[in-house]
């Protein structure tokens, strides 16, 4: 008995051999051929009278059947399918204004969807991708698809398979958001005296050698727009367009930044800090601010791994800013920008929840003003953590009680995560430095001590509470910023899961922008001391996509999206406090 894709190959080969509308004319040929290695349901020919010197393949004749036959293994068919390596179909002189058609209905192009995906979204919408030549294989294809359109038409089709997403801005006036197909300035958001608007992005632009090393993450792509010279200038495209006055990029490879990256982002007008990782992967994170709008006031590295403490030994990093915005009315003015990536091993929830607490003790340090307060805090990143996880929850509320949780559902990535071993309690040993307050023990002692008068004794009150609590709920962690999310992770009129990242596993949020909400700020959730005036207004965002979206063309990376995640882009106001 063959298997299922064989018999309907042999129904397929009878019925379309003889069919007149299986060769097309006056038709590009990008739409249906199959780039190497990578094939669906096999084009078919009619007899007509054309110029192609077609080669069959070579098991027609003496059939040799194939290595399925006998014992069978079935796995060989799941996933995103490969025939096997002698099905090799071969064309020599072939007219570049001609088309194959595929002989399955259900797949228009070569950019629809894998099986698993389309059995997933029954009934969308199948999107055509861009044209290209045929002629070109790997890198030359790869230069090839890049080649910018000739006239309007072209255009028009090149433009079909691109992701469209519009900008949402905050009307808080009306206390409602209204959302515009293009970005435009709300009238009511107009910068005004003694006010200061800018824009951050959160990118994470898939590091060249994450994506090999992972390759089976991408089997949905085409092989030439995997190539890192195809790739960085989509995503140079991207910045240009976006055109954010701060970049908070991530995966950001080192040899490609100092050769490539850095380079453009600074004629572009932009200073650039960045940050490899502490091991052996060559990748880190990269902040960038238009030297138009920001002063450098200070750049703090922040490594997770500490040899001497066996819990930290990874090697993620991140990357904390203090930035002074030019054109305000207060010299003394400043915004917090930090930046990182965290571990992605679902089943190590501890380790994440430390190197957590590490970025928000540094942040502590370097956003605490002289009054007692703290400036303005943005936080991005790829946290590889979901909406509604613990330590989501812990970022948005301030506090976390951790005793009982299961370690692989700290960051939920795993709807049945297999670490269930219970977080120990405290998280951390005392050696790291930091307190179950997330800021670093000596910088809370120099505190206590800079303090008099009534606000000393107010803070020992205060401190004793805390020492207190902390003793009946050792477990408990909290953090003193009033932060809220940019994004609400859901479609408001019907609740779809928005997603920033969509690969041939998994598509899902782990990437963030947290901002520090000012009091007036409508749009802010609650966050853990609704007292603090954090000093920013969310003014608006780009607009996230769903899954099934983005499987209509073709998941991430694609031909015009160059990374597995989306970028994440927010538009600020800087409030006096």
Not at 508 to 522: G, L, R
């Amino acid at each position: 008995m063959l298997p299922r894709h064989m018999q309907r190959l042999g129904r397929d080969w009878v019925a379309h051999w003889d069919s007149p509308q299986r060769f097309c004319w006056n038709s590009r040929i990008s739409n249906s051929i199959r780039w190497a290695d990578h094939y669906s349901w096999a084009p078919y020919l009619s007899a007509g009278d054309f110029t192609v010197n077609w080669r069959p393949p070579h098991f027609f004749g003496p059939w040799r059947p194939p290595h399925f036959f006998g014992p069978w293994r079935p796995p060989h068919f799941f996933g995103p399918w490969r025939p096997p390596q002698y099905w090799n179909w071969q064309l020599v002189n072939f007219t570049h204004n001609s088309s194959f058609h595929l002989s399955n209905p259900n797949m228009k192009s070569e950019g629809d969807e894998p099986s698993s995906k389309r059995r997933r979204h029954s009934g969308q919408n199948d999107v055509c991708c861009p044209n290209e030549e045929f002629t070109c294989s790997n890198q030359n294809e790869a230069a090839c698809l890049s080649t910018p359109p000739k006239n309007e038409e072209e255009n028009t089709a090149n433009t079909r398979g691109m992701i469209k997403r519009h900008w949402e801005y905050f009307c808080h006036h009306s206390k409602k958001m209204k959302i515009l197909e293009d970005k435009q300035i709300d009238q009511n958001n107009t910068e005004d005296k003694g006010k200061f608007d800018f824009t951050v992005m959160s990118y994470n632009i898939l590091s060249q050698n994450l994506l090999e090393d992972n390759s089976h993450l991408y089997n949905h792509c085409r092989r030439p727009v995997l190539i890192w010279g195809y790739r960085f200038p989509n995503i140079l495209r991207e910045i240009k367009q976006l055109d954010a006055d701060v970049l908070c990029l991530q995966e950001v490879q080192e040899d490609h930044f100092g050769m490539e990256i850095k380079p453009s982002l600074e004629s572009l007008g932009y200073h650039c800090e960045y940050k490899m990782r502490t091991g052996r992967k060559p990748d880190g994170c990269a902040i960038c601010f238009k030297i138009s709008k920001f002063n450098l006031i200070s750049s703090n590295p922040v490594e997770f791994f500490r040899h001497d403490i066996p819990l930290l030994d990874r090697d993620n990093v991140g990357l904390v800013l203090l930035l002074q915005p030019r054109f305000h009315c207060e010299a003394t003015a400043a915004v917090c920008v930090a930046n990182t990536h965290l571990l992605y091993n679902p089943r190590r929830g501890d380790i994440k929840l430390t190197q957590l607490a590490m970025l928000l003790a540094e942040i502590a340090s370097v956003a605490h003003r002289k009054d007692g307060r703290f400036c303005p805090i943005i936080i991005c990143g790829d946290f590889n953590s979901v909406p509604g996880s613990p330590l989501y929850s812990f970022i948005k509320e301030g506090k976390l009680n951790y005793e009982g949780l299961p370690i692989g559902k700290v960051s939920g990535q795993e709807q049945f995560p297999r670490g269930q071993r219970i977080l120990t309690i405290p998280i951390w040993p005392p050696s790291l430095g930091i307190s179950q307050s997330c800021v670093y023990e000596v910088q809370q002692q120099q505190q206590e001590e800079n303090t008099g008068g009534e606000k000393k004794e107010a803070k020992l009150e205060q401190t004793e509470e805390i020492i207190i609590a902390a003793e009946k709920f050792p477990s408990k962690l909290h953090h003193h910023f009033r932060l809220s999310s940019v994004y609400s992770h859901y479609l408001p009129e019907s609740g779809i899961p928005e997603v920033t990242t969509c690969h041939s596993r998994s598509a899902v949020t782990v990437d963030y922008i947290f901002y520090s909400a000012a009091k007036d700020d409508n749009v802010a959730q609650p966050g853990a001391e609704d007292t603090f005036d954090g000093g920013l207004k969310l003014l608006g965002r780009l607009s996230l996509l769903t899954e099934q979206d983005l499987w209509t063309v073709n998941g991430l990376p694609n031909e015009h999206n160059s990374s597995d995640h989306l970028s994440l882009l927010a538009q600020f106001r800087l409030i006096e406090q």
